[in-house]
């Protein structure tokens, strides 16, 4: 069977590849706190049913957000003839929260010309929909191969895939020996595949003070000038430093080609008013004050050096201010992955990216996280990509979208990896 067949069946599905996508986006799953995730599941499992697929449902009890109220809910179909490898599509169905400053309803999904409007949209319900057509148009114009093709939709990524990933990798999900090939239709662009992603660790670190009245502040020990200090510490040696360290992976945008530090948040002090309070502040010297930090490494750096930077830092610090004491509380960790740039599923895609756009592919590495952590990390499973339509700027803003014809190529180069593998 040529290619001109599988590419065929592709095309003859554009109507349905809108509608399909359109459906996705009108189920608001919002996360936190993971609304409507059974209903996505349930809808996507009538669809592949229909189609052949075995579903199973799998919900991560005890995961981070599991509750009867809001229940970790994950869908995993699966197909196969004979024997053969395993090609896997993930997405995960969970989306962002709306934010402010649309124009168009959020969970419409409006199609205005080329482009599908909605929280979701790229980010990535237009690839879990891409993902679907492509093995849908396979089955129908491929009707002698052999193995088996897989279909999840996931969980949780946006708070770190931890109720679905994450768990379904530690239950043998994607076990070597059950899963070959695993691509991830996150919006990278259609022409791009992603190998992987740095590397990140969050903490908390808290600088401990004195309270006494504010009139008297000598009488107490500012935590929040301690936490300057450390502030100022950082400014004038950690980032210099930082700026240092640069990769061979290809991250994109450039800036992330260095390791990176960013101050999420700081508190100190009393704490914000409620709502609607109109008295003053009572006047208190800090005897807490607290920073989160996000660190993005790189895949030539140790995260035990990551974290005895910041302890430099700290441990100067103190030796500078008899009286400073702080802490510091690991709150979440990844190690950068990156797939080989001759890994079978990397191989077929760039193979099925010229076919389809006439084209080489971009090779690319992610500046942020992704679930194929889990996948690399937990299941063992190193011929992993991310590869999908969308623009990853577009996610998480406000009218947000995706182009119909981003999705039907990519859907064409996905179709054209399964022809390939299988």
Not at 153 to 176: I, K, Q
Request: charged residues 25%; aromatic residues 6%.
């Amino acid at each position: 069977m040529s290619d001109h067949a599988i590419l065929a069946a592709v095309d003859a599905r554009r109507q349905d590849l809108i509608g399909l996508t359109q459906d996705l986006i009108r189920i608001p799953t919002l996360n936190p706190p993971g609304r409507k995730y059974r209903e996505i599941c349930d809808y996507l499992a009538a669809r592949l049913i229909a189609h052949g697929f075995q579903v199973e449902f799998i919900r991560a009890r005890g995961a981070p957000g599991d509750s009867d109220l809001h229940p970790r809910w994950n869908l995993v179909a699966r197909v196969e003839r004979g024997s053969g490898d395993c090609v896997h599509f993930n997405s995960h169905h969970d989306v962002v929260e709306v934010g402010h400053g649309w124009t168009r309803d959020p969970f419409g999904g409006e199609l205005d010309g080329d482009r599908i409007y909605g929280r979701g949209a790229c980010d990535m319900k237009g690839g879990l929909a891409a993902s679907i057509i492509a093995a849908e148009a396979f089955l129908n114009a491929k009707p002698d191969w052999q193995g088996a093709i897989e279909i999840s939709a996931t969980a949780d990524e946006e708070t770190g895939g931890y109720g679905g990933v994450a768990y379904l990798a530690e239950r043998g999900y994607f076990s070597p020996d059950r899963v070959q090939h695993v691509i991830i239709p996150e919006p990278l662009h259609k022409d791009r595949i992603c190998l992987g992603h740095r590397g990140v660790w969050w903490a908390e670190i808290e600088t401990h003070g004195r309270i006494a009245h504010g009139s008297m502040p000598f009488l107490g020990d500012s935590a929040i000038r301690h936490m300057g200090a450390v502030l100022s510490e950082i400014e004038e040696r950690l980032y210099p430093l930082l700026a240092t360290k640069h990769t061979a992976m290809p991250v994109v945008p450039e800036g992330a080609r260095q390791s990176t530090l960013n101050i999420n948040s700081i508190h100190g002090g009393e704490a914000e008013p409620e709502a609607g309070y109109t008295g003053l502040p009572a006047p208190c010297v800090a005897d807490r004050c607290r920073i989160i930090i996000d660190r993005r490494f790189l895949i030539e750096e140790k995260l035990t050096e990551v974290k005895a930077e910041m302890v430099s830092v700290l441990e100067r610090v103190k030796s500078q201010r008899p009286s400073f004491h702080y802490e510091i509380r690991d709150l979440f960790e990844v190690q950068p992955v990156m797939a080989d740039r001759d890994a079978p599923v990397v191989r077929s895609t760039a193979a099925a990216i010229e076919r389809v756009l006439a084209r080489s592919a971009d090779y690319v590495v992610s500046p942020g996280t992704y679930d194929q952590k889990h996948i690399d990390r937990i299941g063992r499973l190193q011929n992993c990509i991310a590869y999908g339509p969308g623009l990853l700027h577009l996610a998480h803003q406000p009218d947000e979208w995706v182009g119909v014809q981003d999705m039907l190529d990519s859907a064409k180069v996905m179709a054209l990896v399964l022809d390939d593998l299988l």
